[in-house]
């Protein structure tokens, strides 16, 4: 579990505090404790998704919805820009210090895998197979050949026209055309809970192009998803929205195993949540 700087100093310092009174205006009620958390939401999200601290390739509403922020979200990216907890240079959004703050921890994250990978490799060649003396493996290592591919299947032959032999039969009729791109998508966009920025939803389902067996896959994804805890949670306010859910690929998400308490009322269910560790990367 990888961890990011946390200063104890951050709930006090002036930035957080600009930023708690911009937000304050724009969403009355708005807290330091809750802009902290929005910040720290944010900078975790980045660790997956942002990991050059660059945001230009997201929008308004995905920076918003990475730190779980409900309200106006170019109000939020404004008022982050304003307190200067993201750097904004042209058309260019960058998250402030981001090289001071998470760069070390990205570049020991990659050693780390470097390391990880090396040691596999090392403990494979080990267990591999033993080689001849110009270091090419040996037959009994090598890769059986393949079949050939392209010699006709004796049971798929076409066979002769019964009433003309030089004419071979009919073949079968083509499959039915796939559904349009349109049709898959209103599928998708009727399951979806949060029903937030169609067009610009459909022009990430154009650019997808899924497949029947993609489309099927996420159908099913969605269904399981909106059982989940986190979806369901104070009325759907941390569903995804369906753009940023096609952009992260989140169908192939894991989720949790939705389970019955014992003793508990109505039918309820409840999730197993991960624990909270802190701000630490796990040995």
Not at 166 to 177: I, R, W
Not at 262 to 283: I, K, L, M, V, Y
Request: net charge negative; with cysteine; proline share 7%.
């Amino acid at each position: 579990m990888a961890w990011i700087e946390s200063h104890q100093e951050l709930g006090r310092h002036p930035k957080a505090l600009k930023l708690t009174r911009l937000l304050k205006a724009e969403q009355p009620g708005t807290a330091l404790p809750a802009v902290v958390g929005y910040l720290h939401f944010l900078w975790w999200w980045a660790m997956d998704f942002a990991q050059d601290g660059s945001l230009a390739r997201y929008d308004a509403y995905e920076i918003a919805e990475a730190a779980q922020w409900n309200g106006d979200a170019q109000a939020f990216l404004d008022a982050l820009i304003e307190a200067g907890f993201i750097d904004r240079k042209g058309d260019d959004l960058t998250l402030h210090d981001w090289d001071e703050y998470a760069g070390k921890l990205l570049e020991r994250r990659a050693k780390d895998r470097e390391r990880k990978r090396t040691a596999a490799e090392e403990a494979k060649r080990e267990r591999g197979t033993p080689n001849n003396s110009d270091g090419k493996p040996t037959e009994r290592g090598r890769t059986p050949s393949l079949p050939n591919l392209t010699q006709p299947n004796q049971h798929n032959q076409t066979k002769p026209n019964q009433h003309n032999p030089t004419l071979p039969n009919q073949t079968k009729p083509s499959a039915a055309p796939a559904e349009s791109l349109e049709q898959t998508f209103a599928a998708f966009w009727n399951e979806y809970p949060r029903k937030v920025g169609k067009t610009k939803c459909f022009d990430v389902w154009k650019k997808l192009k899924p497949s029947a067996e993609l489309v099927e896959k996420i159908m099913a994804a969605v269904m399981a998803q909106k059982q989940t805890a986190q979806w369901q949670k104070d009325g759907g306010a941390y569903i995804p929205h369906p753009t940023t859910w096609l952009n992260q690929g989140r169908w192939d998400d894991e989720v949790p195993e939705v389970r019955h308490q014992e003793g508990g009322q109505n039918g309820r269910t409840s999730q197993d949540q991960p624990a909270t560790t802190g701000f630490h990367e796990a040995d």
